[in-house]
């Protein structure tokens, strides 16, 4: 199993329509992140979580919500769709720790019509 | 306001010949600086990293120089192979912050020729 999980890795929505794109991690670690990514712009913040209690917003949370239910659990809601938030999204993870910086999981494609 | 810059959205290179993509970057309080490596349909995946100590960070064909007067970074593959074609993404931290947040560049794409 993939250390960070993502799912669904593809969807398609209607503008308006609330959705949610889940993340799951076997790391252990505490840190969890949400990350788009478009062309030309790399990978911007949108929310991250240091431990079930703590949420914060990262560069661009508007638009957005996250869950943390669990240590290993972190997703990530669109409220109400709109075609601009159409891009690639990573969930990550990490502990402070390591060298290696983020892991990341494979991504969702979401698609905003 | 960009903290960490990459301003070549892509890089061609041939087969065997050295590939060098380069950051730049704002905040001096950045202390610590990683490379990642992103394929189509795949998350990025750390590739290597450097430590404000240091000036050069060296595994295998992939080596990163850091100048900090300078507030750039290098990340050197020799020889470039077409397997290394991918989206190479600079980050930075600033590691002895109370969050540690990794800022990443927008991203250049090499693609290595056969």
């Known amino acids: 199993d993939a250390d960070v999980t993502q799912t669904p890795r593809n969807r398609i929505t209607k503008t308006g329509k609330r959705i949610m794109l889940e993340c799951s991690q076997t790391?252990?670690?505490?840190?969890m992140y949400w990350y788009r990514q478009d062309p030309g712009l790399g990978l911007r913040l949108i929310y991250y979580?240091?431990?079930?209690?703590?949420?914060n917003k990262g560069e661009i949370s508007d638009g957005y919500s996250v869950s943390r239910q669990a240590q290993a659990k972190f997703s990530l809601s669109l409220e109400s769709a709109i075609p601009n938030q159409t891009a690639l999204y990573f969930c990550?993870?990490?502990?402070?720790?390591?060298?290696?910086?983020?892991?990341f999981g494979s991504g969702t494609r979401l698609t905003v019509v | 306001d960009q903290q960490v810059k990459q301003n070549s959205p892509s890089l061609s290179v041939q087969e065997g010949r050295i590939s060098i993509l380069n950051c730049d970057y704002t905040n001096s309080m950045f202390d610590y600086f990683l490379w990642y490596k992103k394929y189509p349909a795949e998350g990025p995946t750390f590739l290597i990293s450097i430590s404000s100590i240091k000036d050069k960070n060296e595994d295998g064909r992939f080596t990163v120089f850091l100048n900090k007067s300078a507030k750039h970074l290098s990340l050197h593959i020799v020889p470039s192979q077409p397997g290394d074609s991918a989206v190479y993404f600079c980050?930075?931290?600033?590691?002895?912050?109370?969050?540690?947040?990794?800022?990443f560049g927008k991203g250049t794409k090499l693609s290595v020729k056969p």
């Open positions: 979580s240091f431990d079930v209690k703590d949420i």
């Open positions: 980050a930075a931290s600033a590691r002895s912050g109370s969050q540690g947040n990794l800022i």
């Open positions: 790391k252990g670690h505490d840190r």
């Open positions: 990550a993870t990490s502990d402070p720790g390591q060298l290696h910086g983020y892991t």
